[in-house]
């Protein structure tokens, strides 16, 4: 049963240059970045991308600088005008709205994060976090009210008189986010909206938007450079290089399958013990004996420290109270290596 | 013989060069040469400019021809330019004519608290509030209060329209850049080119008795500055906040008022306090064409050899200059919510 | 032989001697004032000096009251070319110390200060000629009287001939001009759409030269009445024309001494009004320089200035004199 989905990016092309579209047959033709920057003074920022979000998601686009991600998340709400292509929200193809259709686009259907906050220095906590609804014209109590719930939703009851600049950089990205809540729109975009900040900020507020989604199910689109974020964050992943997409799917899965060396160099370093999960590597269920039952979401290292590192046990895996498969430990052990032992194992 | 006779020659053109009106006055040099009766020796080169082309060939015209061409020019445009241009600018007039006006009927002991309450009220600052009620009874003192007066009501009238009308403008030249490739050398062009040479022409549009005259004169030169800083500061605007503003549907109405003008406010602000230090700049000039005030005792002084009396009015114009831009100065930082301290 | 030797030396010494008048000029300096008739006195001055004197000429651009000064502090410079002495009240005190010394009215006539009316106003409307007619109907002279700016003389006197005419509530308003420049405009502007125009100037000028204006009948001259009027404290000004003007060709007091030659050539420069103001209409017409307008002068009027010079002088210019 596969539902429309909300956000869908079909054979989009970005190239920028006075002449991008007429240079655009080249780049179709088979012509790379580095040729078209050469002979036609060009640059080449996304190529063919065909891309679907799924209501209800966080999909994550990852990328190298230059990859082009901050470019395509500005296409969805056409920040930036693209060469060629569609943008589909909720099977509306963006390119054909007016300067007043897109306005509203903008102002009903999506909010943005931006990684260096983008908050306006003038006004206060509450009048940034209310600003979508004031743009939408309603009076100042109705934004202020809404302003206040969401607030103190991400934490901040008590700053609404402060200014951003008297506040630190995961306390501003904080009111970012609540002004992004406060739009009340379907759909969320986030541009690398925890780069800017430091470590255990980044994880706090990682841990914020998993919660604020378990509750609200938006469409999140969010970019990112940080792998490790990537993995933790997505539902489905998305990785740019160059501009083109290289591989998208299920994170899992690509860490299981990377589909080209580029990628494969790109996930070698990270820790897999402790992304990996349980349902990547389970095997359907045969009934032989169990040592004990885990989780479908639990990852490799906490079992690892579980079966204190015993290869010859089985366990049973259980999606809350029914049995979905089994894992066997000389499975994952073989799973905490990349792909190439995993060739050679077939 | 002329040194270009040669070039006429070979170019076949001697039959027309002779076709001309050859009555250019005599020279100083031809003179000193029939004197000496030598040939005259001019250089030996001489620029092929038009005053040495028809030396040697009398159709080509002289240089004072040009000048001449430029003033008929300007005559012929002169009934059509003064019928578009009087009624235009005749509120000038009488809003100058109002504010001297005003500013004399109305006397000391209320003229002046009335001052000090807007240095307060612009300032909230007790040391600049002090110090304009300081500077104002000072000049009053010397017998300069209504000299005084009459410059300061000028001033208010001449930036107050300067800033209504190169606010708006600054504000279009910041969206778009053709126009500003064709307002900077405007911009130029009104900084540089000396007063005079505009405003004698001006004379003959306007009536030299009106107002206006020395309004315009003083609008031209003292708008520039805040029609470029507007312009900057609106196109320095963090472009990541305008990006925050397109990406939530703000239209363009939106941004200028909630966004672009609130940022841009110091540099619009830097803009204004230039343009009242300009507008008091020209002050003397404005007196040359005749405008009331202070620099009106400047020119007596500087005619008169009265060295005083052009000291004390220059005196005077500098406290105004010093009151107006300490008070619009600590206004600017009142308004300035960027820099709220903390 | 002795008549040889004497001969010879009489020859050096006349030679030396001839050679010292021309050493004796070496050099001048001579203002040019910032109003058209003394530019070209200068011009003419310059010329004469330089090709029939030897001099080498410094010409110093200045105005009145600073070259005054100057001359009175520093000696330098050399010669002032039309002082305007009534409007000057520097001057007379410096005649008396010595300091300057007069050597010749420039302009013969003397300068003639007035109140105007234009050519084709005072036609179609001859009662405006008098004071009378204006002041029984200001309006038609255009309600102002253009008067000079704030510094010069005439503004005292024009100021306290109207208090004595006592034009208070009569629709005709003092206009102070800022500046000459100004104040000639006006007329200029006036005569190019033939409006009303009414105020003070003078003669000779390339304006008055140009655009010809009627001189409006006032009560005639009173000296003491006119002494008076150009003191700003005067009690009750009485109302009174203006003299001719005297206009004054000055020199150092030591520059006197020393150059008698120069001293005795500028004593007889001299212009009436007619023949200046026919170079300086004849200059607007031309559209040309100071320097081609003395050169236009000195063309049309060989005669006339031929009888400035000394001998010697006539005998180096004898080719433009023919």
Redesign the interface.
């Known amino acids: 049963m596969a539902q429309e989905p909300k956000v869908s990016l079909r054979g989009l092309y970005k190239i920028f240059g006075a002449k991008d579209k007429d240079v655009l047959q080249h780049v179709k033709a088979g012509m790379g970045k580095d040729e078209l920057l050469a002979e036609h003074g060009h640059v080449l920022g996304l190529q063919d991308i065909n891309v679907e979000m799924q209501a209800g998601e966080i999909t994550v686009v990852m990328g190298l600088s230059g990859s082009g991600k901050s470019t395509l998340i500005r296409h969805l ?1 056409r ?1 930036i005008e693209p060469t060629a292509g569609e943008i589909l929200v909720d099977g509306e193809d963006v390119m054909g709205l007016s300067e007043t259709g ?7 259907k ?3 994060v ?1 990684q ?1 906050f ?6 206060t906590v509450l009048q940034n976090a209310g ?2 609804l004031a ?2 014209g309603q009076d100042k109590a109705a934004c202020e009210t809404e302003a206040m719930k969401w607030l103190a939703r991400v934490g901040l009851q008590g700053f609404e008189n402060h ?1 951003p ?2 506040l630190s950089g995961g306390m501003q990205q904080r009111v970012g986010i609540a ?1 992004a809540l406060t ?1 009340n729109t379907d759909i969320m ?1 986030m541009d690398e909206a925890f780069s800017a900040l430091d470590p255990l900020i980044r994880t706090d507020m990682q841990n914020l938007l998993l919660e604020l989604q378990e509750e609200l199910h938006k469409t999140i689109i969010f970019i990112t450079h940080d792998l490790d974020e990537a993995l933790k964050l997505a539902d489905h992943l998305v990785i740019l290089k160059d501009g083109a997409v290289i591989q998208q799917g299920e994170p899992q899965g690509i860490l299981m399958n990377p589909s080209d060396p580029y990628i494969e160099d790109f996930v070698s370093d990270i820790n897999r013990a402790r992304v990996l999960r349980v349902q990547s590597v389970m095997e359907p269920l045969t009934g032989t004996k169990f040592a004990g039952d885990v989780g479908i979401r639990e990852n490799l290292e906490s079992l690892i420290a579980r079966s204190g590192g015993d290869t010859t046990l089985h366990y049973r895996v259980m999606d809350g109270d029914v049995a979905v498969g089994e894992l066997n430990m000389k499975d994952l052990v073989k799973a905490l290596v990349p792909r190439l032992s995993s060739t050679q194992a077939d | 013989m002329a040194f270009y006779d040669g070039l006429f020659s070979v170019l076949g053109l001697t039959e027309w060069c002779k076709g001309g009106d050859s009555a250019a006055p005599m020279s100083m040099a031809d003179l000193l040469a029939k004197s000496s009766g030598k040939e005259t020796s001019g250089p030996l080169f001489p620029f092929p400019s038009l005053d040495n082309l028809s030396e040697s060939c009398s159709s080509i015209i002289q240089s004072r021809d040009v000048t001449k061409g430029i003033e008929n020019g300007f005559l012929a445009a002169k009934p059509g330019l003064k019928a578009v241009l009087d009624p235009i600018t005749q509120p000038l007039s009488w809003l100058l004519d109002g504010a001297l006006w005003t500013f004399a009927a109305v006397p000391w002991f209320i003229m002046v608290p009335i001052l000090v309450a807007i240095a307060w009220y612009a300032s909230r600052s007790v040391g600049v509030t002090v110090f304009v009620a300081f500077s104002i009874f000072l000049l009053g003192l010397v017998d300069h209060y209504d000299v005084a007066m009459q410059t300061l009501s000028i001033i208010f009238v001449c930036t107050g329209i300067s800033v209504m009308l190169g606010v708006p403008i600054g504000i279009a030249m910041s969206k778009s850049d053709r126009l500003q490739r064709v307002l900077v050398p405007v911009l130029d062009l009104l900084q540089t080119l000396p007063t005079f040479v505009y405003l004698i022409p001006l004379i003959f549009l306007f009536s030299v008795t009106e107002s206006k005259l020395y309004g315009i004169a003083i609008i031209l030169y003292a708008i520039v500055p805040v029609v470029r800083l507007t312009d900057l500061g609106i196109r320095l605007v ?1 472009q ?2 305008i ?2 503003a ?6 363009s109405r ?1 941004k200028l008022v ?2 672009e003008l ?2 841009a406010l110091p540099n619009i602000m830097a803009g204004i306090n230039q343009t009242i230090m300009m507008s008091l700049a020209m002050v003397v000039i404005a007196s040359l064409v005749s405008a009331p005030g202070l620099g009106v005792n400047v020119l007596r002084g500087i005619r008169n050899l009265e060295l005083g009396v052009g000291i004390v009015a220059g005196i005077g114009i500098v406290l105004l200059a010093v009151i107006l831009d300490r008070v619009s100065k600590a206004a600017l930082s009142r308004v300035d ?2 820099r ?1 301290k ?1 | 032989m002795k008549n040889l030797l004497t001969g010879a030396a009489t020859a050096v010494a006349l030679t030396m001697g001839a050679n010292a008048a021309y050493a004796d000029c070496g050099e001048v300096s001579i203002t040019e004032m910032d109003w058209a008739s003394s530019a070209v006195v200068t011009a003419v001055a310059t010329f004469l000096m330089e090709q029939g004197y030897g001099c080498t000429v410094q010409k110093v651009p200045s105005s009145t009251v600073p070259a005054l000064t100057s001359l009175a502090e520093t000696g330098e410079p050399d010669i002032l070319t039309e002082v305007w002495a009534n409007s000057t009240p520097a001057y007379q005190p410096l005649v008396d110390s010595g300091k300057l010394i007069e050597v010749a009215n420039v302009l013969s006539d003397g300068g003639v200060e007035a109140w105007w009316i234009p050519a084709y106003l005072a036609e179609s409307n001859p009662e405006l000629t008098t004071w009378e007619g204006i002041m029984a109907n200001p309006a038609a002279v255009g309600g102002k009287f253009h008067d000079c700016p704030s510094g010069w003389a005439c503004d005292i006197i024009n100021n306290n001939n109207l208090k004595a005419a006592n034009i208070e509530g009569s629709g005709l308003e003092r206009f102070q001009h800022g500046s000459g420049e100004t104040l000639q405009t006006s007329i200029a502007s006036a005569f190019s759409e033939k409006a009303p125009w009414f105020g003070y100037y003078w003669a000779p000028t390339a304006v008055l030269g140009k655009y010809p204006m009627v001189r409006v009948e006032v009560p005639a001259y009173n000296a003491e009445a006119h002494a008076c009027n150009g003191d700003v404290d005067c009690a009750t000004p009485v109302f009174s024309a203006y003299p001719a003007a005297k206009v004054a060709t000055a020199v150092s007091g030591p520059f006197a001494k020393e150059n008698p030659e120069i001293v005795e050539l500028l004593s007889n420069v001299s212009f009436t009004n007619a023949q200046m103001g026919e170079v300086l209409a004849w200059r607007l017409d031309n559209n040309a320089s100071y320097d081609e307008a003395a050169v236009h002068f000195l063309t049309s009027n060989p005669d006339v200035w031929g009888a400035w010079l000394s001998a010697d002088a006539k005998a180096k210019l004898g080719a433009l004199l023919n």
């Open positions: 709400n920040l897109l306005r509203g686009l903008r102002q009903e999506m909010s943005m931006f260096k983008a908050l306006l220095p003038h006004r600003m979508a743009v939408r200014y600049a008297q002004r739009a975009l | 963090d990541d906040v990006e925050a397109n990406a939530f549907g703000m239209n939106q909630g966004v609130p940022l919510m960027t709220v903390h």
